[in-house]
């Protein structure tokens, strides 16, 4: 949650099942998950203006982008990096980026004002988890650029991305802090189930094959 209490655009990722993940994957396929890409092809990048009318593109992460990311990481408070990593953690190793970047994993955004491609405002993932068929959606925005309607346009197009672009996905997954109503706001206008346990984060499941 952020100082204001309206919470981020922030959701992070938990080694954890959820009740329900389990549901989603009810009956279980026989069929392996792909060991290879997750993607059909690579997604064209996307641009957007934001409510502020601030131009940005996101596109595909790649290893040369880590320096940049973590100068975002250290720009962004506290309470949004706690929000994404459940950790008060203000930057990425070198193996966890390498981790995130591979397609096998899943797949990764960067998003930057196109005015300046060299700073990075917002990071993306959409990455496989021990559940077949199963995404983790994780999702930090540097602090400036949240409110913008940046978390809402970067949650839907992963959603598109998980429908249209990845392979061997039926559901996504989202952990993000009880009091984020901003993410949980975000969550529910894509038609997510929201589980309410009694600790400080929320689970929720999106469908991708209805």
Do not use: F
């Not at 131009?55 to 992460?61: E, G, P, S």
């Amino acid at each position: 949650m952020t100082k204001n209490g309206t919470g981020s655009e922030v959701t992070g990722q938990s080694d954890n099942r959820s009740p329900l993940t389990q549901d989603a994957l009810e009956p279980a396929s026989a069929v392996p998950q792909l060991p290879v890409s997750s993607l059909l092809l690579d997604p064209p990048p996307l641009q957007m203006t934001t409510r502020a009318n601030r131009v940005t593109l996101t596109r595909m992460a790649c290893i040369e982008d880590l320096d940049q990311v973590n100068e975002m990481h250290a720009r962004c408070s506290l309470d949004s990096c706690y929000a994404r990593y459940n950790a008060a953690r203000q930057a990425v190793t070198t193996h966890e980026w390498w981790h995130l970047c591979d397609r096998a994993n899943g797949t990764t955004l960067i998003t930057t004002p196109v005015h300046d491609r060299s700073r990075v405002i917002a990071v993306t993932h959409l990455l496989r988890t021990s559940a077949p068929h199963v995404r983790e959606l994780g999702i930090l925005v540097e602090d400036s650029w949240q409110g913008q309607g940046l978390g809402t346009v970067l949650t839907g197009y992963m959603v598109n991305l998980a429908r249209t672009y990845t392979l061997d996905c039926r559901a996504i997954t989202a952990m993000t802090g009880r009091g984020n109503q901003r993410m949980l706001s975000i969550l529910r206008g894509l038609n997510a189930e929201v589980e309410h346990p009694s600790g400080p984060t929320v689970d929720a499941l999106i469908r991708v094959e209805e």
